[in-house]
């Protein structure tokens, strides 16, 4: 949550943010069956407040 904060206070001074915020989900640990045999499915979020 510290992440998010600065990110937005940085936004709020009109300057890009110095730690951008990253999300990583692996939906395929949990449902197997949306990749194929071997393979892991990543979805990757990267925000950067301006």
Known sequence: ???IDIACKDAVKGMP???PIVEMMIP????Q????????Y????VIWLL
Do not use: H, K, N, Q
């Open 42 to 45: 990543i979805v990757c979020c």
């Open 17 to 19: 943010s110095r730690r």
């Open 28 to 31: 395929s640990v949990l449902d």
């Open 33 to 40: 069956i949306i990749s194929p045999p071997g393979m892991i």
């Open 1 to 3: 949550m510290e992440s």
